[in-house]
């Protein structure tokens, strides 16, 4: 017994000296290793967040070490801030790494403009991770640029502090943001970038004028109102680089390129007005619902004249009309959950030269719907339909394009007319074949009107897309919408080429004319 106790203990202590090897961490000998050199924090607007970067550190060698030391160059005072190891900080001491292991150091940054200002609206604003000192000194670079912006957001009026709520149409609302009051606030110009937060309104009376290169950012949960008699005038024009110069964008205010086609990233414009709104060269990208353009329970009919526009990565609708009067002409449109193009509860509509495609990843979206009723509250509302589409590509990932519905019999009228167009509609179940909406056998002409247009019942006609996945709704040479279109007078693509193209003489179907490349 005796002897076995001595083994245990003898053990015992031997797996103790064993384990404590293990762990004896020697001083770093400036060897460590870097995922990268220098880290690029993307562009961020002057006191917002940016998101979280990674910088991975290796121990190669076969032992275990300690890191004197890790901070950033400028110490407390820094504008970046660092996470090693799990705790957050700008100086670290004794970091431990093991064999053959390796680390994760997580990077963020805020930085005010103001304490850096200069005659430019950019700057960069650097740094650098130092590790260890002396010989073993090792290091890498921090880099931000910073961008000046104008900031848009609610007012927070002494002595209650509560943000301030915008009066629409007349009636309060607990909806945060900032009405649009002085000349400055209503003319957006291209100097610097807007940044909104909440919802910017432009009130009754008044117009918001925007200028051709202006870009504006929305913050999350945020967005554009035009109330009942402001207006909207969007003065984008036509861009010669791919910098789209002189293109209007509206997008959220994540600048990071992980960022740039996700979804859902502001609410998008609100537009209720029955003025004059025209939309110019404007590209708007990655909100909920693009343009929602409604006016229920009033006489008021919500406008909008959209030119030569881009609608994107929406998470519903590019655009959602009630009961709305919209003219466009070189629009094109993309990837939304449920339509590209939604025009319910009736309404007038007139487009030429559109392209409205939907790659969207989602069960049964399409590009165009449209529809004479709104149901809410178990309540049926109805409204006259006329809608035109001269010209127009609508085509998208499912097999039915074009999505419509007519819920009144003779209270109210429908009218739709497709002239020249190409629309998708892939029929293998015959679930459309006795609808009289559509353009088979048995169609009503009184309702639903095709006229030269090409009906893709199967997916070899196609309008040969670019890239949809990029939102690059150029047509390629195979395209089938190529020479195939009427001449109504629209002289120009959306990119600014002529139309025709003077080599055929023969417009087109869409937004976009198809030009060989060189």
């Not at 384990?19 to 993307?42: H, I, Q």
């Not at 992980?258 to 404007?282: M, P, R, V, Y």
């Not at 996945?469 to 390629?476: F, T, Y």
Request: with cysteine; charged share 20%; aromatic share 10%.
């Amino acid at each position: 017994m005796r002897n076995c106790l001595l083994l245990f203990i003898a053990g015992f202590v031997v797996l103790l000296t064993s384990c404590r090897n293990d762990f004896e961490f020697e001083s770093s000998t400036g060897n460590l290793e870097f995922s990268r050199d220098t880290v690029y924090l993307d562009t961020v607007f002057t006191n917002i967040g940016s998101s979280t970067y990674t910088l991975k550190v290796y121990n190669r060698s076969d032992k275990d070490i300690s890191i004197p030391s890790i901070r950033l160059g400028e110490g407390e005072q820094s504008k970046y801030r660092l996470m090693v190891d799990g705790l957050p900080g700008r100086v670290f001491n004794d970091v431990e790494l093991l064999a053959k292991d390796s680390m994760y150091i997580f990077i963020e940054t805020t930085i005010d403009y103001t304490e850096y200002a200069n005659e430019n609206t950019n700057f960069l604003y650097t740094d650098k991770i130092e590790f260890d000192n002396g010989s073993n000194y090792q290091k890498v670079e921090l880099v931000t640029l910073v961008q000046d912006a104008i900031f848009i957001k609610p007012d927070r009026p002494l002595p209650t502090d509560m943000k301030e709520t915008l009066t629409i149409s007349g009636q309060p609302s607990d909806i945060q943001g900032h009405e649009l009051a002085t000349p400055e606030e209503l003319h957006w110009t291209s100097e610097k970038p807007y940044v909104v937060y909440g919802y910017a309104l432009v009130p009754n009376g008044s117009t918001l004028t925007v200028d051709a290169g202006a870009r504006v950012h929305f913050h999350a949960e945020s967005g554009l109102i035009v109330d009942d008699s402001g207006a909207l005038l969007i003065n984008g024009e036509q861009s010669v680089t791919e910098a789209m110069e002189n293109e209007v964008i509206f997008e959220g205010d994540r600048l990071e390129p992980d960022f740039a086609n996700i979804s859902g990233q502001w609410n998008g414009i609100f537009l209720l007005s029955g003025q004059e709104n025209t939309i110019n060269h404007l590209t708007l990208k990655n909100a909920t619902v693009g343009i929602l353009i409604d006016r229920l329970f009033d006489e008021t009919v919500p406008k909008l004249t959209i030119n030569n526009s881009q609608i994107y990565n929406c998470t519903n609708f590019g655009i959602l009309a009630r009961a709305a009067t919209i003219s466009g002409n070189n629009l094109a449109m993309n990837n939304a959950g449920e339509a590209s193009l939604a025009c319910t509860l009736g309404g007038t509509y007139s487009f030429k030269h559109c392209t409205f495609a939907n790659y969207f990843n989602s069960f049964n979206q399409v590009p165009v719907a449209l529809n004479d009723y709104q149901v809410i509250d178990d309540v049926l509302y109805l409204s006259d339909m006329d809608a035109t589409f001269d010209n127009c590509i609508i085509y998208g990932s499912g097999n039915y394009a074009l999505s419509m519905e007519r819920q009144a019999e003779d209270e109210v009228s429908f009218t739709s007319k497709f002239n020249n167009c190409l629309i998708k509609l892939i029929d293998n179940s015959n679930q459309l074949r006795n609808e009289p909406l559509y353009p088979f056998d048995g169609n009503d002409p009184a309702l639903a009107q095709y006229n030269n247009c090409i009906i893709a019942e199967n997916s070899n006609i196609n309008p040969d897309f670019t890239a949809t996945s990029d939102n690059d709704l150029n047509l390629g040479e195979n395209s089938d919408a190529i020479d195939v279109a009427a001449d109504i007078g629209i002289t120009t693509d959306l990119n600014g080429k002529a139309r025709p193209n003077p080599d055929t003489g023969i417009p087109d179907i869409g937004a976009y004319e198809y030009y060989v490349t060189e």
